[in-house]
């Protein structure tokens, strides 16, 4: 299995502040990596998908970056909608995993 | 505009088979990842498994000996049997669907299966 850590668990942060969340592998997943934000009681969403293409109809406030074992997301300027947990996925192995998530909460 | 609805039993005995069936509207099933995807009460995602078209399957490797994920085409739904269920089992189910480079970007609203007696 690929182990994915991301940090931090608990974020705070407030209105407008830029929001970075990091997700490690623990071997190459060369750009097989995407971020998805959950909100209570529902089903995940797809925010970003090959390491940085943003899926469509997500704000472009919304940024993802990196490569090999090293991955951002950035959220410019967070919005009130945006207070939710977030998980990386690595799809590139044969068995995909999820990051442990990283909760963003007021602040 | 495709649709995943997740159904089956709500409740399931320990060592007993749990059962699922995601069914597909506005779409094929043919050429996509049919990925099966479970939560935990207050806990993060875990990937259970999927299915590619032509009966490639993957599984979580914990899971391995007791999960299996099938597609049914006729009536165009995807089934997980998960055998020699125990209360680590009880989660939320999910089943999503890829397209494009894009890992699980369709997604039901899931199904909450307990495992108890």
């Known amino acids: 299995d690929i182990q994915m850590t991301q940090s931090p668990t608990t974020l705070s942060a407030s209105v407008g502040d830029r929001v970075t969340i990091t997700c490690r592998a623990s071997?190459?997943?060369?750009?097989?990596l995407a971020w998805y934000q959950q909100k209570p009681g529902k089903a995940p969403k797809l925010l970003i998908f090959?390491?940085?293409s943003l899926e469509s109809g997500v704000p472009s406030r919304f940024s993802g970056s990196g490569f090999g074992t090293e991955f951002t997301l950035n959220i410019a300027s967070l919005q009130p909608d945006d207070f939710a947990t977030y998980y990386c996925?690595?799809?590139?192995?044969?068995?995909?995993?999820f990051g442990q998530g990283t909760k963003v909460e007021v602040k | 505009q495709v649709q995943l609805q997740e159904s089956g039993p709500g409740l399931v005995k320990p060592s007993e088979t749990l059962s699922l069936t995601c069914s597909v509207s506005?779409?094929?099933?043919?050429?996509?990842?049919w990925i099966w995807i479970r939560q935990p009460p207050g806990k993060g995602l875990e990937w259970v498994g999927h299915?590619?078209?032509?009966?490639?399957?993957s599984y979580k490797p914990s899971l391995k000996s007791r999960v299996s994920i099938s597609v049914d085409t006729s009536k165009n739904q995807i089934s997980l049997r998960l055998t020699s269920v125990s209360a680590a089992d009880t989660a939320m189910y999910y089943c999503?669907?890829?397209?494009?480079?894009?890992?699980?970007?369709?997604w039901g609203r899931g199904i909450f299966v307990t495992v108890s007696s």
């Open positions: 999503s669907r890829d397209a494009s480079s894009r890992p699980s970007t369709i």
């Open positions: 506005g779409g094929s099933i043919d050429n996509y990842y």
């Open positions: 299915y590619y078209n032509g009966g490639t399957t």
């Open positions: 071997q190459s997943v060369n750009t097989w």
């Open positions: 090959k390491a940085s």
């Open positions: 996925q690595q799809y590139n192995s044969y068995s995909w995993t």
